[in-house]
T-cell receptor, first 114, second 109 residues
Framework: NAGVTQTPKFQVLKTGQSMTLQCAQDMNHEYMSWYRQDPGMGLRLIHYSVGAGITDQGEVPNGYNVSRSTTEDFPLRLLSAAPSQTSVYFC?????????????FGDGTRLSIL | EDQVTQSPEALRLQEGESSSLNCSYTVSGLRGLFWYRQDPGKGPEFLFTLYSAGEEKEKERLKATLTKKESFLHITAPKPEDSATYLCAVQENNNDMRFGAGTRLTVKP
Protein backbone atom coordinates (compact mmCIF):
# COMPACT_ATOMS: atom_id res chain seq x y z
CA ASN A 1 0.00 0.00 0.00
CA ALA A 2 1.99 2.99 -1.29
CA GLY A 3 -0.29 5.76 0.04
CA VAL A 4 1.01 9.18 -1.05
CA THR A 5 4.16 9.16 -3.18
CA GLN A 6 6.22 12.27 -3.85
CA THR A 7 9.06 12.66 -6.34
CA PRO A 8 11.80 13.75 -6.35
CA LYS A 9 12.92 13.50 -2.70
CA PHE A 10 15.59 16.16 -3.16
CA GLN A 11 16.13 18.88 -5.76
CA VAL A 12 18.49 21.82 -6.20
CA LEU A 13 17.51 24.59 -8.60
CA LYS A 14 18.97 27.86 -9.73
CA THR A 15 17.00 31.06 -9.39
CA GLY A 16 14.65 31.47 -12.33
CA GLN A 17 14.42 27.79 -13.23
CA SER A 18 11.09 26.02 -13.33
CA MET A 19 10.22 22.55 -12.20
CA THR A 20 7.35 20.25 -11.30
CA LEU A 21 7.01 18.36 -8.03
CA GLN A 22 5.08 15.16 -8.50
CA CYS A 23 2.46 13.71 -6.14
CA ALA A 24 0.43 10.55 -6.60
CA GLN A 25 -1.96 8.72 -4.28
CA ASP A 26 -3.50 5.28 -4.62
CA MET A 27 -6.30 5.59 -2.06
CA ASN A 28 -8.88 7.10 -4.43
CA HIS A 29 -9.04 10.23 -2.26
CA GLU A 30 -10.93 13.16 -3.73
CA TYR A 31 -9.10 15.86 -1.74
CA MET A 32 -5.42 16.57 -2.32
CA SER A 33 -3.25 19.41 -1.08
CA TRP A 34 0.24 20.87 -1.12
CA TYR A 35 1.98 22.36 1.92
CA ARG A 36 5.36 23.89 2.54
CA GLN A 37 7.20 23.47 5.84
CA ASP A 38 9.78 26.00 6.97
CA PRO A 39 11.80 26.00 10.21
CA GLY A 40 9.88 27.44 13.15
CA MET A 41 6.65 27.64 11.18
CA GLY A 42 3.72 25.32 10.80
CA LEU A 43 2.82 23.63 7.56
CA ARG A 44 1.29 26.24 5.26
CA LEU A 45 -1.25 25.39 2.59
CA ILE A 46 -0.23 26.32 -0.96
CA HIS A 47 -3.00 24.89 -3.15
CA TYR A 48 -5.64 22.23 -2.82
CA SER A 49 -8.09 20.27 -4.97
CA VAL A 50 -11.42 18.69 -4.08
CA GLY A 51 -11.52 16.56 -7.22
CA ALA A 52 -10.33 16.18 -10.79
CA GLY A 53 -10.59 19.47 -12.66
CA ILE A 54 -11.06 21.56 -9.49
CA THR A 55 -8.27 23.49 -7.76
CA ASP A 56 -8.13 26.42 -5.39
CA GLN A 57 -5.59 28.60 -3.60
CA GLY A 58 -4.46 28.17 -0.04
CA GLU A 59 -2.60 30.52 2.28
CA VAL A 60 0.62 30.95 0.22
CA PRO A 61 -0.14 30.34 -3.49
CA ASN A 62 2.08 32.95 -5.15
CA GLY A 63 4.75 31.49 -7.44
CA TYR A 64 3.08 28.08 -7.69
CA ASN A 65 0.64 26.48 -10.11
CA VAL A 66 -1.32 23.24 -9.84
CA SER A 67 -3.61 21.15 -11.99
CA ARG A 68 -5.67 18.04 -11.32
CA SER A 69 -6.41 16.04 -14.46
CA THR A 70 -6.87 12.70 -12.65
CA THR A 71 -7.94 11.64 -9.16
CA GLU A 72 -4.53 10.10 -8.52
CA ASP A 73 -2.12 12.91 -9.47
CA PHE A 74 -1.66 16.46 -8.23
CA PRO A 75 1.57 18.07 -9.52
CA LEU A 76 2.93 21.35 -8.16
CA ARG A 77 4.74 23.64 -10.58
CA LEU A 78 7.24 26.32 -9.66
CA LEU A 79 7.09 28.85 -12.45
CA SER A 80 10.33 30.78 -11.81
CA ALA A 81 12.13 29.55 -8.71
CA ALA A 82 13.19 32.08 -6.07
CA PRO A 83 15.40 31.55 -2.98
CA SER A 84 12.32 32.22 -0.80
CA GLN A 85 10.86 28.99 -2.15
CA THR A 86 13.59 26.92 -0.52
CA SER A 87 11.57 24.63 1.72
CA VAL A 88 10.28 21.12 2.29
CA TYR A 89 7.12 20.45 0.30
CA PHE A 90 4.51 17.94 1.41
CA CYS A 91 1.60 16.54 -0.54
CA UNK A 92 -1.41 15.14 1.31
CA UNK A 93 -4.72 13.50 0.52
CA UNK A 94 -7.92 12.61 2.32
CA UNK A 95 -11.46 11.54 1.62
CA UNK A 96 -13.76 14.40 0.78
CA UNK A 97 -17.04 14.58 2.67
CA UNK A 98 -17.08 15.08 6.43
CA UNK A 99 -14.57 17.86 6.91
CA UNK A 100 -12.77 16.20 9.78
CA UNK A 101 -11.14 13.37 7.87
CA UNK A 102 -7.40 13.06 8.65
CA UNK A 103 -4.94 13.80 5.86
CA UNK A 104 -2.33 11.29 4.72
CA PHE A 105 1.04 12.80 3.89
CA GLY A 106 3.88 11.86 1.59
CA ASP A 107 7.48 11.99 2.80
CA GLY A 108 8.22 15.33 1.19
CA THR A 109 10.44 16.93 -1.43
CA ARG A 110 13.38 18.93 -0.09
CA LEU A 111 13.94 21.82 -2.46
CA SER A 112 16.87 24.25 -2.43
CA ILE A 113 16.95 27.33 -4.66
CA LEU A 114 20.39 28.85 -5.18
CA GLU B 1 -6.28 36.36 13.14
CA ASP B 2 -6.88 32.65 13.55
CA GLN B 3 -3.87 30.99 15.16
CA VAL B 4 -2.56 27.66 16.38
CA THR B 5 0.23 27.88 18.96
CA GLN B 6 2.15 24.92 20.33
CA SER B 7 4.28 24.90 23.47
CA PRO B 8 6.94 24.23 24.40
CA GLU B 9 8.96 24.44 21.18
CA ALA B 10 11.24 21.68 22.45
CA LEU B 11 11.02 19.24 25.37
CA ARG B 12 13.67 16.89 26.69
CA LEU B 13 12.54 14.08 28.99
CA GLN B 14 14.17 11.15 30.66
CA GLU B 15 12.72 7.77 29.81
CA GLY B 16 9.71 7.22 32.06
CA GLU B 17 9.25 10.92 32.85
CA SER B 18 5.65 11.82 31.97
CA SER B 19 4.75 15.25 30.59
CA SER B 20 2.26 17.15 28.41
CA LEU B 21 2.41 19.13 25.19
CA ASN B 22 0.05 22.05 24.64
CA CYS B 23 -1.81 23.29 21.57
CA SER B 24 -3.83 26.46 21.96
CA TYR B 25 -6.03 27.74 19.16
CA THR B 26 -8.12 30.75 18.27
CA VAL B 27 -10.41 29.86 15.40
CA SER B 28 -13.96 30.96 14.79
CA GLY B 29 -15.45 27.53 14.29
CA LEU B 30 -13.64 24.30 15.11
CA ARG B 31 -14.59 21.29 13.00
CA GLY B 32 -11.77 19.08 14.25
CA LEU B 33 -8.41 19.15 16.00
CA PHE B 34 -5.73 16.77 14.78
CA TRP B 35 -2.49 15.52 16.29
CA TYR B 36 0.28 14.22 14.07
CA ARG B 37 3.71 12.75 14.74
CA GLN B 38 6.60 13.66 12.41
CA ASP B 39 9.92 11.82 12.35
CA PRO B 40 13.02 13.42 10.77
CA GLY B 41 12.91 13.23 6.98
CA LYS B 42 9.34 11.92 6.96
CA GLY B 43 5.87 13.29 6.46
CA PRO B 44 3.43 13.79 9.34
CA GLU B 45 1.74 10.62 10.56
CA PHE B 46 -1.82 10.86 11.87
CA LEU B 47 -2.41 10.15 15.57
CA PHE B 48 -5.79 11.50 16.73
CA THR B 49 -8.80 13.58 15.79
CA LEU B 50 -10.80 15.38 18.50
CA TYR B 51 -14.14 16.92 17.65
CA SER B 52 -15.59 18.57 20.75
CA ALA B 53 -14.60 19.91 24.15
CA GLY B 54 -14.28 17.19 26.77
CA GLU B 55 -13.32 14.50 24.30
CA GLU B 56 -10.30 12.27 25.00
CA LYS B 57 -8.49 9.70 22.89
CA GLU B 58 -5.69 7.29 23.76
CA LYS B 59 -3.10 5.31 21.87
CA GLU B 60 -0.42 3.39 23.76
CA ARG B 61 1.45 5.97 25.89
CA LEU B 62 -0.33 8.96 24.33
CA LYS B 63 -3.58 10.59 25.41
CA ALA B 64 -5.08 13.64 23.72
CA THR B 65 -7.65 15.91 25.37
CA LEU B 66 -9.60 18.92 24.12
CA THR B 67 -11.11 22.03 25.69
CA LYS B 68 -12.73 25.00 23.97
CA LYS B 69 -9.40 26.81 23.69
CA GLU B 70 -6.67 24.19 23.80
CA SER B 71 -5.64 20.58 23.47
CA PHE B 72 -3.09 18.60 25.43
CA LEU B 73 -1.09 15.60 24.34
CA HIS B 74 -0.15 13.69 27.48
CA ILE B 75 2.79 11.29 27.26
CA THR B 76 2.92 8.71 30.03
CA ALA B 77 6.21 6.94 30.81
CA PRO B 78 7.77 7.85 27.46
CA LYS B 79 10.35 5.71 25.70
CA PRO B 80 13.17 6.84 23.38
CA GLU B 81 11.10 5.73 20.38
CA ASP B 82 8.55 8.43 21.26
CA SER B 83 11.14 11.04 20.24
CA ALA B 84 9.67 13.02 17.32
CA THR B 85 8.06 16.33 16.48
CA TYR B 86 4.39 16.45 17.41
CA LEU B 87 2.16 18.66 15.29
CA CYS B 88 -1.26 20.03 16.11
CA ALA B 89 -3.69 21.19 13.41
CA VAL B 90 -7.21 22.62 13.46
CA GLN B 91 -9.81 22.39 10.74
CA GLU B 92 -12.05 25.45 10.43
CA ASN B 93 -14.08 24.56 7.37
CA ASN B 94 -14.18 21.89 4.72
CA ASN B 95 -10.88 22.73 3.09
CA ASP B 96 -8.67 24.71 5.41
CA MET B 97 -6.41 23.05 7.99
CA ARG B 98 -4.10 25.28 10.03
CA PHE B 99 -0.98 23.80 11.65
CA GLY B 100 1.05 24.80 14.67
CA ALA B 101 4.85 24.91 14.46
CA GLY B 102 5.22 21.72 16.48
CA THR B 103 6.90 20.51 19.66
CA ARG B 104 10.18 18.65 19.24
CA LEU B 105 10.27 15.89 21.86
CA THR B 106 13.48 14.10 22.84
CA VAL B 107 13.35 11.17 25.26
CA LYS B 108 16.71 10.13 26.71
CA PRO B 109 17.29 6.53 27.84
Amino acid sequence: NAGVTQTPKFQVLKTGQSMTLQCAQDMNHEYMSWYRQDPGMGLRLIHYSVGAGITDQGEVPNGYNVSRSTTEDFPLRLLSAAPSQTSVYFCASRRQGPSNQPQHFGDGTRLSIL
Amino acid sequence: EDQVTQSPEALRLQEGESSSLNCSYTVSGLRGLFWYRQDPGKGPEFLFTLYSAGEEKEKERLKATLTKKESFLHITAPKPEDSATYLCAVQENNNDMRFGAGTRLTVKP
